[in-house]
């Protein structure tokens, strides 16, 4: 088969895949008790492994809107709003110390999201993380990340930063085109991008990751290579290229641009292609979906002693857990249970103010969700899976190999006995292989539009 028909055929609604089973599928709430007894028994096997936690503080402000952004946001000028969110969000991990009878957290991991956490000054910056760190024990292999806006983001940022430890710094890139920057709203420039990239190495930073997406509005194979030129230039030690997801009924802002300007699945496939074309020949290496990392990348370790992870952050080298999510609609993994907190920053606020743990949705889950999110994580992160191991509860599998039988079919996976393995060609369908073994999927097909488009 032709790859435009294959890109045809494949190219349906489908989850990302960045948890199992999918936001739209939880359907056991659990009770506050139920979530902070989940915590502490992924606290407990963590700390008997010897590893720590894992925290991620959602600061949700941004200056103005991209229209593209998917993102949880809240869009403002009015600077006035960040001290009272810090406020909020350090009464947040004091109410999960008090509850889970804790005095100093171990820590393992910090990632700063949003939003645009560098919208708070560095002064403000700082003080969250005073308040933040103060009660928490970091282990030896910490790491602490955030992202950034480089057109918000300055030197003094960097330095509160590093006075604070972190050492991997993400950059919000997304495409050097004047003409897409200006339909999406987001107008920066090369030097901003190369002046902040400079100053975050000079000061310590040991990984630098750009996010760029493909598929936006007035996109062209030529604005990819000139914007993957520059990217390259620059050497980030990881690139996160995402596919846009276009969800305007989610996020009417995107629909403040025309579809008619948007890629076809075809041309937005091929912006992708030539993307990683030019990216290979520049040193990187594909990893997992949509990712790419130079070989000196923990990222690129990563793959090869199959430590390799993907939670609601994306890919990354290991997997620490829990995640305790701080901050408006910032989503928790225990493991055995996920949980997200109010989406509406004032619901937010005032259940935070009550006291609450300011939980509204999650999902505790069963026997065979376990199953199933292992062998989702496995192809998502190794492009195989297996379920030959003893005591792999086949049951929840029965419909797995008729399932895969059709991507074997057209050349995308090779089949074993009681495994499964992508092919390259198969790489692009990834998130329909992910899909066979989405029970919960097949069992209730979507009624309204949720996912994003797979290719
Ligand atoms: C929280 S932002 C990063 C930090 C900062 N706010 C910025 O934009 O520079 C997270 C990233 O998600 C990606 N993103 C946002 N909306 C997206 C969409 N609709 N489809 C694909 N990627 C998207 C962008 O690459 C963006 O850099
Ligand atoms: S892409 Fe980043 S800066 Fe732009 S609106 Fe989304 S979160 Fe804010």
């Known amino acids: 088969m032709m790859d435009s028909e294959l890109l045809k055929k494949y190219n349906v609604p489908g989850p990302r895949y960045t948890s199992y089973p999918t936001v739209p599928y939880w359907d056991t709430n659990p009770t506050e008790n139920e979530w902070l007894q989940a915590l502490k028994n992924s606290i407990s096997q963590a700390t008997a492994s010897g590893t720590g936690a894992a925290i991620y503080a959602h600061l949700p402000f941004c200056e103005s809107l991209c229209t ?68 928490c024990e970091t282990t030896p292999d910490f790491e602490f990340s955030i992202e950034v806006d480089p057109r918000v983001t300055k030197r003094e940022h960097l330095e509160v930063l590093r006075e604070r430890r972190f050492k991997r710094i993400s950059l919000g890139i997304q495409d050097f085109d004047p003409k897409v920057q200006d339909i999406v709203n987001r107008v920066q420039s090369f030097e901003q991008v190369k002046t902040l990239t400079d100053e975050a190495r000079a000061l310590g930073f040991t990984s630098v990751n750009y996010d760029l997406i493909y598929g936006l509005p007035l996109q062209t194979i030529a604005s990819i290579e000139d914007t993957i030129e520059k990217v390259v230039r620059l050497r980030p030690d990881r690139i996160a290229f995402y596919a846009y997801a276009h969800v305007p009924w989610i996020k009417p802002g995107q629909r403040r641009f025309t579809e008619a300007d948007l890629p076809s699945g075809d041309q937005k496939r091929a912006l992708y292609e030539r993307g990683r074309e030019l990216l290979e020949s520049a040193g990187y290496i594909e990893i997992g979906m949509d990712h790419f990392a130079l070989k000196s990348d923990s990222l690129f370790t990563a793959v ?44 937010y606020v005032e259940r935070v103010e009550r006291g609450e743990i300011p939980i509204y949705r999650g999902h505790v889950l069963n026997a065979e969700d376990l199953i199933l999110r292992k062998h989702v994580l496995n192809l998502m992160t190794r492009m195989e899976t297996s379920w030959a191991d003893a005591g792999e509860r086949v049951e929840y599998l029965s419909e797995v190999p008729a399932k895969l039988q059709e991507f074997m079919q057209d050349a995308l996976l090779e089949m074993g006995t009681n495994s499964c393995t992508v092919t390259e060609k198969g790489r692009a369908f990834l998130r329909n292989i992910c899909m066979a073994f989405d029970a919960r999927l097949a069992r209730k097909a979507p009624e309204t539009r949720l996912f994003s488009q797979t290719v």
């Open 68 to 135: 593209y952004c998917g993102c949880n946001t809240r869009i403002t000028r009015n600077h006035g709003v960040s001290d009272p969110y810090i406020n909020t969000i350090l009464k947040e991990f004091a109410l999960y110390r008090e509850k889970l009878g804790i005095q100093k957290l171990k820590l393992s991991e910090l990632h700063l999201g949003g939003g645009t956490p560098t919208f708070f000054t560095p002064s403000e910056l700082d003080r969250f993380l005073d308040g933040l760190l103060s009660y």
């Open 304 to 347: 090869s002693s199959k430590s390799l992870h993907r939670n609601f952050m994306g890919y990354t080298a290991r997997n620490v857990n829990p995640i305790l999510a701080l901050g408006v609609s910032a989503i928790g993994d225990a493991w055995s249970a996920f949980a997200q907190n109010e989406k509406l920053l004032e619901t």
